[in-house]
């Protein structure tokens, strides 16, 4: 049984920074996407969106939203993936969930990740 659980995420004021983490656990680490996507308040599921996704060859992709702010980084040895966020802005306020791919194709689509976490919500105050 693939798990995976996310912390980190908290109240904030803008220019702010957290940091996301989510544990796996029963996950195979060969041929993934890691990624970890959004979901602001009054969207639909369907909406979530990509914010950051870091693939078995390390390499990573983040929205355009999130370059320069957000590092998206893997702790093979502690089965975890990070999200560090800097200067948080309000339109950041989102549930944020982590989620798995495998295989990976573009680990940019929704649809490709068939394990997701619970979400922790991220509060950016102005």
């Known amino acids: 049984l693939v798990q995976l659980v996310e912390s980190g995420g908290g109240s904030v004021q803008a220019g702010g920074s957290l940091r996301l983490s989510c544990v796996t656990s029963g996950f195979t680490y060969r041929g993934y996407c890691l990624a970890w996507f959004r979901q602001a308040p009054g969207k639909d599921r369907k909406e979530r969106e990509v914010?950051?996704?870091?693939?078995?060859?390390?390499?990573?992709t983040y929205a355009d939203s999130a370059k320069g702010r957000f590092t998206i980084t893997l702790d093979l040895a502690g089965n975890t993936v990070y999200l560090n966020m800097t200067a948080l802005k309000p339109e950041d306020t989102a549930l944020y969930y982590c989620?798995?791919?495998?295989?990976?194709?573009?680990?940019?689509?929704?649809?490709?990740?068939?394990?997701w976490g619970r979400g922790t919500q991220v509060t950016v105050s102005s």
């Open positions: 914010v950051a996704v870091i693939d078995s060859a390390a390499d990573t």
């Open positions: 989620a798995a791919a495998q295989p990976c194709y573009t680990g940019t689509r929704m649809g490709e990740y068939i394990y």
